[in-house]
């Protein structure tokens, strides 16, 4: 090998290839967290799904979380991970004769479980249908807003998410971010959600939302008992919706959601559909009840019912 | 100690290990999720008291004094306010509920006297369809717990027992329209 030659192979060459393969290397590195980047965000960044976590590792992000959460908003955030409990089945009932469309729950909703205030996100929509034309979604009206209600020759019909057995939402998932609970509650993995709106297209309940931006939720107004699978405070660009109040069900002190606790004609109805004497299985076992869109075979776990 | 006293400790302490043990068991076997079985007594419910006016209980503050007037009439001078409206105004009148001897007791048509807290008999005697809904839960608001305790609330605390039907109230702000939420 000549002097030349072996001069050759040790100069830096540029060449096409080397040049986009560099451009690859660095454009890749630039996705990485770098910034402002502490321990947590890389630790948040190599987090696995919800469902493929050990204890050890779950207790982590849960301290994690909570040491995260009380920075930003200065108070003590309690970030529980309690499981379904064996033998529970949650449903509900709404009794569409007895709601007068006052939106208390609406506004429930949204102080139980940290929505966004500002760009403004509800889980509850109260729809306003004729009495003459019945259950006709296609006439339905969520912005009325008379002095009083209820008004009439209406009756009101609030929908959130119906806890489906048999879910759209969480079959189009393509990172499985959503799943069904053994307790029926539909969840949604903050951290794991890629934000691609698929659950949203495919629910036909209008009951999923989307965090378009970083959600504007006060110090003061947040509520610092939050799960993790729930009411915890949501990031930027994922998916959010009800899960019959995650944190105040499944604990043994048993409370109601949020909703039923507000609501002040007694129109909601929550229980454990395997427990013969709950007041839900009484109402579905007794009265008349039908579930909205049947025909599309969700089989939701939220029934309505005309109690009279 | 002697044999004999011996022999009657070992009973005691055995008899009070097996009632521990049955309770235990008792205790155990009911799943925290399952409702608990019904108090001693079907007919007592937990209810928050009776929502009266301020001031005006008892009755019989004013009315030990005063002579009972049996005739129906319109009332002139005191309780103007109380009207009977959409609810059997034509058929009745206050004394068919409320007792002309003790002034602190509602009547039932049987003429037993019942507190205002048990006012929910005296309502279920025309509405017993309510009443049947209202002892299981599904008529009316209740608190507590989904798997526990309930709390139930009294007719009267939200139907007003001399004209029930429910008031309109203001509701809440609309959603935003998807144009102005920015």
């Given amino acids: 090998m000549s002097d030349k030659e072996t001069r050759d192979k040790k100069i830096f060459r540029l060449t096409r290839r080397k040049a986009l393969k560099g451009l690859a290397a660095g454009l890749g590195a630039l996705a990485f967290p770098g910034k402002d980047a502490s321990a947590s965000v890389w630790e948040a960044f190599f987090q696995k799904n919800f469902r493929e976590l050990g204890k050890p590792e779950r207790d982590k992000i849960l301290a994690r979380l909570e040491k995260e959460y009380s920075a930003q908003f200065g108070k003590a955030v309690k970030v529980k991970a309690t499981p379904p409990v064996e033998g529970v089945l949650f449903g509900y009932g709404l009794d569409l004769s007895r709601c007068i469309g006052c939106r208390r729950c609406v506004y429930g909703c949204v102080d139980e479980n940290n929505q966004s205030r500002e760009p403004q996100i509800h889980w509850i929509r109260v729809l306003r249908l004729e009495k003459e034309k019945g259950v006709d979604l296609e006439h339905a009206e969520h912005y009325y807003n008379p002095a009083k209600v209820p008004e009439e020759g209406y009756f009101y019909m609030p929908v959130q998410c119906q806890q489906c057995e048999n879910p759209p939402c969480t079959k189009v998932c393509p990172v499985q971010a959503t799943w069904k609970e053994n307790d029926g509650i539909v969840v949604v993995d903050y951290n794991w959600c890629i934000g691609c709106r698929y659950c949203m297209a495919a629910c036909p309940y209008g009951a999923r939302h989307f965090n378009w931006k970083k959600p504007g939720l006060p110090a003061a107004e947040m509520n610092p008992d939050t799960h993790y699978l729930g009411n915890r405070p949501r990031p930027v660009g994922v998916v959010e919706k009800c899960t019959f109040c995650i944190q105040r069900t499944r604990e043994p002190e048993g409370r109601y959601p949020a909703c039923v606790e507000v609501c002040p004609v007694g129109a909601r109805k929550f229980g454990n559909f395997l427990d013969p004497a709950s007041e839900i299985r009484y109402a579905i076992e007794n009265k008349r009840v039908f579930i909205l869109k049947e025909e599309l075979n969700t089989q939701p776990k939220f029934y309505y019912f005309y109690f009279t | ?182």
């Avoid at chain 2, 290990?17 to 937990?46: H, I, N, V």
């Avoid at chain 2, 409206?85 to 002309?100: I, Q, S, T, V």
């Avoid at chain 2, 006012?119 to 209740?142: A, I, N, P, S, T």
């Fill in chain 2, 1 to 182: 100690m002697n044999s004999r006293g011996m022999y009657y400790l070992c009973i005691v302490a055995l008899a009070a290990t097996m009632l521990c043990m049955a309770d235990a068991g008792q205790a155990g076997r009911r799943e925290f999720w399952s409702t608990p079985p019904k108090a001693e007594s079907e007919e007592r419910y937990m209810v928050p008291p009776p929502p009266f006016s301020e001031g005006i209980f008892p009755c019989s503050g004013c009315h030990k004094e005063m002579k009972t007037n049996p005739n129906r009439r319109i009332l002139k001078e005191e309780h103007t306010n109380i009207v009977l409206k959409n609810h059997a105004e034509e058929e009745r009148w206050c004394l068919d509920c409320h007792d002309a001897n003790n002034r602190d007791k509602l009547r039932l048509v049987s003429g037993e006297r019942i507190d205002f807290t048990e006012m929910y008999r005296l309502c279920g005697q025309c509405h017993g369809d309510k009443y049947r809904d209202w002892k299981v839960g599904v008529h009316g608001k209740r608190t507590g717990q989904w798997n526990g305790k309930k709390e139930y609330l009294l007719c009267a605390h939200c139907h007003n027992p001399h004209s029930p039907k429910f008031k309109p109230i203001q509701p809440k702000p609309p959603p935003l329209r998807p144009e102005y939420i920015k």
